[in-house]
């Protein structure tokens, strides 16, 4: 070993012994008779000292070091006359009595600290110095701590980790598959796993009735700052339960990981029907760090002559606390927001509840002061708060005010990042409507189960078929969703009928999966999380990117080893295959 | 919870309990006034008992109940008075109260017992029904007993868990890539990773001074029987570390697993140089459970008038222990053996070492008695022994007589599965020499160190210089292998040179790591095992496919999902892709 500590652990109890230390050199400061560096590792930094007046030779070739060298070194731990409280090893140096130079460094593209000089674009060409800096060390070491705490969890409540295989067949439901081409059966191709969905229940209906995996999953989608082409999976599944087990699993889960990592105890997660998600936050996976729930209005607000919201179907607002004292210019800028493309809402009205008990509102011309009271009393409001009122169809507007919730969260500062709010969202419908293609899809996945006192309503009302289908949703974040599977062979065909599958392609993607609930399939259901996301959770920022060591750029692509990139004609061949068009 | 308890662990502590037990059906026994069903899940096996007297619906609705249907039942523990000392659970049964069928079920292509009727392809298409039975659930049970202690370890010694790249870049040195090909940059292809070597030595230059991956891997070679195109891989790299460092870590990972998994303690591993393991084994994988090693014949069997051996580079035998009763039919046999085109030898000669001290050989014709006797005293060879002698090249009859001292080992049954026997192999050649494209291959891999004493032959004689690379052995298994890296871009580059990389193909395929090296990169070094054979290995078979959930066949194909599969053509063009030729 070239060390016998780490930069990290010496103290005052090592003071007098001998060292050898290897690192990185941090920075060095030379103050003329003395020469100081600090030395990094993984572990933490240690000062070293050199000095002129008792080895002028070794202080010589310590100055002629640059930044990022990395060097061994030996010396006496000594205690340090001014201390460092910041450092761990703050109170020692050592005197340095030898230097090797295990290999230089030429000058990095960019500071290694933790604000650093470099952009963006820089930094992912130069990934591997870009890990060198704390912050992001800090969250690998925080993924590792995380997975190995759910490993750990998993593993005492008798799950067993089965791995799946990764070269799988192309389905088309979903997303879009990555392939890959086979070679030994030419003119066929692999895909890689979306998720190990048919994987799990099969092992389901194997026996092994806890499962897990930490698994890759691949989705071929155009990229957002929060997407990845490849991430990372907790897939769970368990036969012989109910939702209720499920449930109560994984937020032992949960708890147990915070509790480990962050030293919180969470408190029973509450459940929100998705239908009250809706209608009170307008959103699958609302914030319920704050409260500022939606009142409607439509039957205080319509009827009163303006005609925005008489023909509106849904007339909603929110009562902001304390902010009646808004501009005109800061209300302006609300109105904006709400008007943005990605939000869509044509206008905002707004009431001032004034400290006097009147009100000001953008639309006193066709409300009077009483009218404007009865919206106050359903809302809850007082003097001193705002409310903003959208209105439209029920869907848009929803999404829009449930955007505008966030975003005066935001700006009240009732979105702490240090405070918890898990939830789980139940009751999800079964199908949803597509429009575009006038066909229902499967809110969740197809093999999710109809609630059972539902099921009359499959034919007649699919859309108002209820699934045992849930969510974990902290901070107002989807940290993963399962649901209640189907077991049942005729069900499931069904299902498929239910969304457009013909009866050969049913047979044809997913026979496998049938001809296995014939024999003796037992009720399960499981549970996916995003490890990615949940890790950037605890890290307390919403990017991904961050915690992911080697990730890709919004086009896919990795700069630092130029990947993808065009293989040989040779290649191409074997694989039986020709390209047909290339970027020029 | 649809169980109070699993099939697994009632016994004599709980009579008179009330429970619920779900599971299988494994068989069902119908005695007239009782009918007993064997109740199976991952767990156990629990005896449910019904009888005609006290509940006759009851008993007939059991009586109905067919082979590997699901079932939930309530009943009461009550001791057996027959017990069964092979069962945990056999000191109870269930007098049943209530039974809800869960599932039917068809009766499965094959037996679900240890024994199956099934063959090999009907039970890798019905891989779900095959993985219920005992030996198999055995086997993915010590996979995850054996992942968990991996981690464990590692964790304990303050490794890091990275996650590297799936989506990487395809390079042409090694084995063939999986690629896959990138929608949104047309005409080019992303790789699947053979190992995640650069990016392992990427997070050393990080400063993740301890790493550690359970990784997929993937290799589009032509299989066989104990190959699949994707692997599982413990992959760890080490910086600030010498040799010895990895060997001590590893082994007493090692060590670990075996005292948890199978409470063996193992002693030290001898370490064994390349050379000695080719010559005294004619393997660089030596089992060492048993000793007949290699004795070199040629200066007391050569120059005797036997054409053979005078024009062999090497003659060379084996003693094989209390063999010389060996009958002709037996010899002939073995003679078959080295003739089998997979091993290649000639011809085979053998010298029986009679009891009363002479000798009977089939080269009698060249070699006197006391001529033999030299042979003998050389190889030790007592009163009873057999010698068995091949000649030739040196490196085909090493191989060929490895072959047989193996089979000879396997005869003589001193190649017990009981026994576990470790080594190390050291002091690899960095370089072996590649006859049909006249050019230098790596032994290990392109980023592997020569040993800085051997740096002076580079030039000179590239085929003596060794490398600090090693293999961990395991009764003539390689389980893994690693090695001390270059870290300096120089040498990276020279031996890129040696490969017969040109300038540019290693800029274009390996610039990133080279570019790295010019940042600090310290010294470092690795090793990579691989799972599922450490796995098999422990189980006690050699074959991976039996610890792998959903295995591929020799053809690369998932017979029970039915994959690799054609992909439509709007699939194709939106990757840009024509297929070329198909399979007809």
């Not at 914030?287 to 509106?312: C, P, T």
């Not at 974040?477 to 049913?506: H, T």
């Not at 080697?550 to 191409?572: E, H, R, W, Y």
Request: glycine share 8%; hydrophobic share 35%.
């Amino acid at each position: 070993m070239l060390r016998t500590h780490t930069c990290g652990e010496l103290n005052i109890s090592n003071i007098s012994q001998e060292v050898k230390l290897s690192g990185w050199i941090q920075k060095s400061r030379d103050l003329g008779g003395m020469t100081f560096i600090d030395l990094r590792d993984r572990y933490g930094i240690t000062q070293l000292v050199f000095n002129m007046e008792t080895d002028s030779k070794l202080c010589d070739q310590a100055r002629k070091l640059g930044r990022e060298f990395v060097i061994s070194v030996k010396g006496i731990v000594t205690e340090r006359e001014s201390k460092n409280k910041k450092l761990i090893t703050g109170d020692i140096e050592i005197i340095v009595s030898d230097i090797e130079i295990l290999n230089s460094s030429k000058t990095p593209p960019f500071t290694i600290e933790d604000n650093t000089d470099g952009g963006e674009e820089i930094r992912m060409k130069y990934r591997y110095l870009d890990l060198r800096r704390n912050p992001l060390k800090e969250n690998l070491l925080l993924r590792n701590k995380v997975g190995f705490a759910v490993r750990s969890y998993l593993n005492d409540q008798d799950f067993m980790e089965v791995e799946t295989p990764y070269l799988i067949k192309s389905t088309p439901e979903g997303a879009r598959d990555f392939v890959v081409p086979s070679r030994m059966n030419p003119g066929t191709f692999y895909a890689l796993p979306q998720s190990p969905q048919t994987f799990k229940q099969l092992l389901m209906i194997s026996g092994y009735d806890r499962y897990y995996q930490m698994v890759k999953c691949f989705r071929d989608e155009d990229l957002r700052a929060d997407r990845q082409p490849e991430f990372t999976q907790i897939d769970c599944e368990m036969a012989f339960v109910e939702q209720e087990d499920i449930l109560s699993t994984f937020e032992g889960m949960t708890k147990q990981i915070f509790d480990k990592v962050k030293d919180i105890k969470l408190e029973d997660f509450p459940r929100m029907p998705y239908s009250d998600a809706m209608k009170y936050y307008g959103s699958d996976k609302p914030d319920i760090r704050f409260d500022m729930k939606f009142v409607e209005l439509n039957d205080v607000a319509q009827n009163k002559g303006f005609n925005v919201f008489d023909s509106a179907e849904l007339v909603v607002g929110i009562c902001a606390p304390g902010s009646a004292s808004y501009t005109r210019k800061q209300l302006d800028k609300l109105t904006d927001f709400v008007r943005k493309p990605q939000i869509g809402a044509k206008g905002l009205v707004y009431v001032k509840c004034n400290e006097d008990g009147s009100f000001k509102s953008s639309v006193d011309k066709f409300y009077s002061q009483d009218d404007l009271k009865a919206w106050a009393d359903k809302m809850g409001a007082k003097a001193g708060d705002l409310m903003l009122v959208l209105s439209g169809d029920i869907d848009h507007t929803r999404s829009a005010l449930s955007s505008l919730r966030l975003e005066m969260g935001e700006r009240l500062g009732l979105r702490d990042r240090s405070v918890y709010a898990p939830l789980w969202v139940v009751d999800f419908p079964l199908l949803e409507w597509d429009a575009d293609n006038s066909r229902w899809h499967a809110m969740h996945h197809p093999f999710t189960a109809p609630k059972p006192e539902d099921m009359h309503l499959l034919d007649s009302k699919p859309g108002e078929v209820r699934a045992n289908a849930y969510d974990l949703v902290i901070n107002g974040v989807e940290i993963g969703g399962g649901s209640i599977r189907i077991f049942d062979r005729d069900m499931q065909a069904r299902m498929f009928e239910l969304l457009g599958f013909s009866d050969e392609d049913a047979k044809e993607q997913f026979g496998f999966l049938m001809n296995a609930f014939e024999y003796g399939a037992p009720p399960h259901g499981g549970i996916a999380l995003g490890f990615d996301r949940l890790v950037a959770m605890f890290g307390g920022t919403d990017s991904i990117r961050d915690y992911i060591a080697f990730p890709k750029n919004n086009s896919g692509q990795d700069v630092m080893i130029s990947s993808p990139s065009t293989i040989s004609n040779a290649q191409l061949e074997e694989l039986n295959l020709e390209v047909t068009a290339t970027e020029d």
